[in-house]
């Protein structure tokens, strides 16, 4: 399920369920951070304190068996195998894994599989380790690498061996349904970004140990890493400054957070933003405007908690009485991507390059929970209430991101299994031992333009057409009905077996909004994209076009009335409003119409009435809702 649509809500019906029907006396339910601990028990307190005990398990080790939910980071039962010890493998019938594209991975995957009870997976991004490989190939030439890939690979664990997973929400729908919100992608570049993210890279001279000049060659994948330039980060963090959204109750620059290359490159930022932050809003911040929360700042869990509960550094000073943080920005590397729950968040901001879509799906779902932000004042004996909604957030994309994961990325590629020993780390990065250039170029700024992201996503969420088209091909019955011609057997057996399954609820109109298309999708037209016999969807003009063709070549109306029949035959197909006006010979109601005039019903002559008769005949409408 999407960030933000209810993971946790719908874990607490499955645990009441399991509690009440006795099919479970104790759920274990597993974060793989301390703020998701916290997090997690809030939500499932709010929702089941009335029927249930919920504890964080290192908060009551003594007394934890008086709980009938244990909510527990993998790594507080890992160290050292302490599950082994502490717990039985029977003490839980439920275990639920949160954010499991994470805490399966590494060591944590010995805690999770220790417990024999039921097992459920809770993610906006499982992970598919087993696509596009060929499985008697791999497990000949190396077994283990077979044997790691089927235990990272989140549908092999949960069941769902077929790549689909139990249930899917995605954000596309959350976005439909009123639940979530889309971005409005600030894509901007700097001279030397434009430079770095070009396929020739950044080129400057240095001198080598012999004193001779020598061409070097950067690309974004250095930035930070091998190529420093404090011209472009000031130039990064006064383009967010200017144009992020503001709080519209406190008019402070809207909740934040920032996305950085290294803790180092983390400090930079938060550094440059206090100095701006003084200068542009003298007295109101103590160097607190932007704080860092990355693994090496003491306490940089509880400041991602404190950010969320809206007490970081204290509450804002720019409104009196307003529940907001004093801190604006909390500048991370990787500690805030992975279900971080914090509603009011107005921008976030990329100033690196990312190159992973799991970790872009989660960056990018920080920002897109819906939020009311109130405010209560008494005025003249009563209270008055001041509130405005969240409808969009600011992706600030300073490394065109969100273009390569819309024109570039290969969502077809085979996944790399992670280092060996990889687990569930914080993402924060480390030093390097390469040869660095640092730039004291001045780098203004070059490229700047918002978009707003549609209702049908980006191609990042619109992944769910293709799964289906996999899913008909990898069919037998289906195959072998479209084999034969029998499309509308094809088509009864689509309807009854993979249509509204809870697998993927896979139906038309959703398949229709995955492939951003502007008209109603025909099953046949499905079944001949994935056997491969057309290339693409048409357009409604295409079809439209089409249809004119026909009828042009069958009545051969004169070369005079041609643009007249164009526009009324169009018209007349996609506009049911005014096919009634024809149908009931209502014509005076043409006159506020701004598609047909009554002057465009004259000039056409007999041609008004030829055409609803073919169209009646020979068009499928249905086809152009």
Same mark, same amino acid.
Request: negative net charge; charged residues 30%; glycine residues 6%.
């Given at each position: 399920?999407?960030?933000?649509?209810?993971?946790?809500?719908?874990?607490?019906?499955?645990?009441?369920?399991?509690?009440?029907?006795?099919?479970?006396?104790?759920?274990?339910?597993?974060?793989?951070?301390?703020?998701?601990?916290?997090?997690?028990?809030?939500?499932?307190?709010?929702?089941?304190?009335?029927?249930?005990?919920?504890?964080?398990?290192?908060?009551?080790?003594?007394?934890?068996?008086?709980?009938?939910?244990?909510?527990?980071?993998?790594?507080?039962?890992?160290?050292?195998?302490?599950?082994?010890?502490?717990?039985?493998?029977?003490?839980?019938?439920?275990?639920?894994?949160?954010?499991?594209?994470?805490?399966?991975?590494?060591?944590?995957?010995?805690?999770?599989?220790?417990?024999?009870?039921?097992?459920?997976?809770?993610?906006?991004?499982?992970?598919?380790?087993?696509?596009?490989?060929?499985?008697?190939?791999?497990?000949?030439?190396?077994?283990?690498?077979?044997?790691?890939?089927?235990?990272?690979?989140?549908?092999?664990?949960?069941?769902?061996?077929?790549?689909?997973?139990?249930?899917?929400?995605?954000?596309?729908?959350?976005?439909?349904?009123?639940?979530?919100?889309?971005?409005?992608?600030?894509?901007?570049?700097?001279?030397?970004?434009?430079?770095?993210?070009?396929?020739?890279?950044?080129?400057?001279?240095?001198?080598?140990?012999?004193?001779?000049?020598?061409?070097?060659?950067?690309?974004?994948?250095?930035?930070?890493?091998?190529?420093?330039?404090?011209?472009?980060?000031?130039?990064?963090?006064?383009?967010?400054?200017?144009?992020?959204?503001?709080?519209?109750?406190?008019?402070?620059?809207?909740?934040?957070?920032?996305?950085?290359?290294?803790?180092?490159?983390?400090?930079?930022?938060?550094?440059?933003?206090?100095?701006?932050?003084?200068?542009?809003?003298? =007295?109101?911040?103590?160097?607190?405007?932007?704080?860092?929360?990355? $693994? +090496?700042? !003491? #306490?940089?869990?509880? &400041?991602? *908690?404190?950010?969320?509960?809206?007490?970081?550094?204290?509450?804002?000073?720019?409104?009196?009485?307003?529940?907001?943080?004093?801190?604006?920005?909390?500048?991370?590397?990787?500690?805030?991507?992975?279900?971080?729950?914090?509603?009011?968040?107005?921008?976030?901001?990329?100033?690196?390059?990312?190159?992973?879509?799991?970790?872009?799906?989660?960056?990018?779902?920080?920002?897109?929970?819906?939020?009311?932000?109130?405010?209560?004042?008494?005025?003249?004996?009563?209270?008055?209430?001041?509130?405005?909604?969240?409808?969009?957030?600011?992706?600030?994309?300073?490394?065109?991101?969100?273009?390569?994961?819309?024109?570039?990325?290969?969502?077809?590629?085979?996944?790399?299994?992670?280092?060996?020993?990889?687990?569930?780390?914080? =993402?924060?990065?480390?030093?390097?031992?390469?040869?660095?250039?640092? $730039? +004291?170029? !001045? #780098?203004?700024?070059? &490229?700047? *333009?918002?978009?707003?992201?549609?209702?049908?996503?980006?191609?990042?969420?619109?992944?769910?057409?293709?799964?289906?088209?996999?899913?008909?091909?990898?069919?037998?019955?289906?195959?072998?009905?479209?084999?034969?011609?029998?499309?509308?057997?094809?088509?009864?057996?689509?309807?009854?077996?993979?249509?509204?399954?809870?697998?993927?609820?896979?139906?038309?109109?959703?398949?229709?909004?995955?492939?951003?298309?502007?008209?109603?999708?025909?099953?046949?037209?499905?079944?001949?994209?994935?056997?491969?016999?057309?290339?693409?969807?048409?357009?409604?003009?295409?079809?439209?076009?089409?249809?004119?063709?026909k009828f042009v070549s069958i009545h051969k109306p004169d070369a005079s009335h041609i643009l007249r029949i164009r526009d009324f035959f169009k018209a007349y197909v996609t506009d049911n409003?005014?096919?009634?006006?024809?149908?009931?010979?209502?014509?005076?109601?043409?006159?506020?119409?701004?598609?047909?005039?009554?002057?465009?019903?004259?000039?056409?002559?007999?041609?008004?009435?030829?055409?609803?008769?073919?169209?009646?005949?020979?068009?499928?409408?249905?086809?152009?809702?």
């Open positions: 399920m999407a960030t933000g649509t209810g993971k946790t809500l719908a874990s607490a019906a499955v645990i009441k369920l399991f509690l009440r029907t006795g099919n479970a006396n104790r759920i274990l339910f597993l974060v793989d951070r301390i703020e998701l601990e916290n997090q997690a028990w809030k939500n499932l307190v709010r929702t089941l304190k009335n029927d249930y005990t919920c504890v964080i398990y290192k908060e009551n080790r003594d007394d934890w068996r008086k709980a009938e939910i244990v909510v527990s980071t993998v790594q507080s039962l890992s160290v050292n195998n302490k599950y082994r010890s502490l717990f039985s493998p029977t003490d839980f019938d439920l275990i639920i894994s949160d954010e499991a594209h994470r805490s399966i991975s590494g060591n944590s995957r010995a805690v999770f599989e220790y417990f024999v009870g039921y097992k459920l997976g809770l993610t906006a991004t499982p992970r598919d380790y087993l696509k596009k490989i060929d499985p008697e190939k791999i497990s000949k030439q190396d077994p283990r690498e077979w044997e790691r890939r089927q235990l990272l690979d989140s549908y092999v664990t949960f069941g769902c061996a077929s790549g689909n997973p139990t249930f899917r929400y995605s954000l596309v729908d959350g976005v439909n349904d009123g639940f979530l919100v889309n971005p409005v992608v600030v894509d901007a570049r700097t001279e030397i970004t434009t430079q770095l993210l070009s396929d020739f890279g950044y080129s400057v001279l240095v001198e080598n140990e012999e004193g001779e000049l020598e061409e070097k060659i950067f690309f974004q994948k250095d930035f930070e890493k091998k190529f420093f330039s404090e011209k472009t980060n000031r130039i990064l963090c006064k383009t967010f400054l200017e144009n992020a959204i503001r709080d519209p109750l406190s008019d402070e620059i809207g909740k934040s957070i920032i996305f950085c290359v290294s803790q180092n490159h983390a400090s930079k930022i938060t550094q440059v933003l206090n100095i701006f932050a003084d200068s542009l809003f003298p =007295g109101k911040y103590n160097s607190d405007f932007a704080v860092q929360v990355t $693994s +090496i700042i !003491p #306490d940089a869990q509880q &400041f991602s *908690i404190s950010f969320a509960n809206n007490n970081l550094s204290g509450h804002t000073r720019a409104l009196d009485g307003y529940l907001s943080s004093k801190t604006r920005v909390c500048v991370t590397v990787g500690m805030m991507t992975t279900g971080y729950d914090c509603e009011d968040i107005l921008n976030l901001c990329l100033m690196r390059p990312i190159f992973s879509p799991t970790d872009f799906i989660q960056i990018k779902g920080r920002g897109t929970r819906r939020y009311t932000f109130l405010h209560m004042i008494k005025e003249g004996g009563h209270m008055e209430e001041y509130k405005e909604e969240k409808g969009t957030f600011k992706l600030f994309d300073f490394f065109a991101t969100c273009e390569y994961f819309e024109e570039k990325f290969n969502y077809d590629e085979v996944l790399e299994l992670p280092p060996t020993g990889a687990g569930t780390g914080n =993402g924060d990065g480390g030093g390097i031992t390469i040869d660095e250039f640092e $730039s +004291i170029k !001045p #780098d203004p700024l070059s &490229f700047y *333009i918002e978009s707003r992201v549609g209702p049908d996503g980006m191609k990042i969420d619109r992944k769910f057409y293709d799964q289906f088209e996999e899913t008909v091909k990898n069919d037998d019955t289906v195959r072998q009905h479209y084999e034969k011609g029998d499309m509308r057997a094809a088509e009864e057996y689509i309807r009854e077996n993979l249509f509204d399954k809870p697998e993927e609820f896979f139906n038309l109109e959703k398949l229709r909004k995955s492939v951003q298309l502007d008209r109603r999708l025909r099953l046949w037209e499905i079944l001949e994209k994935a056997f491969g016999d057309i290339e693409r969807f048409k357009s409604k003009d295409e079809l439209l076009d089409e249809e004119l063709d409003k005014i096919r009634d006006i024809i149908e009931k010979k209502e014509y005076n109601r043409l006159a506020t119409n701004p598609k047909v005039t009554i002057a465009d019903l004259e000039d056409l002559e007999e041609w008004r009435n030829v055409i609803p008769e073919y169209v009646k005949d020979y068009v499928p409408l249905n086809t152009f809702l």
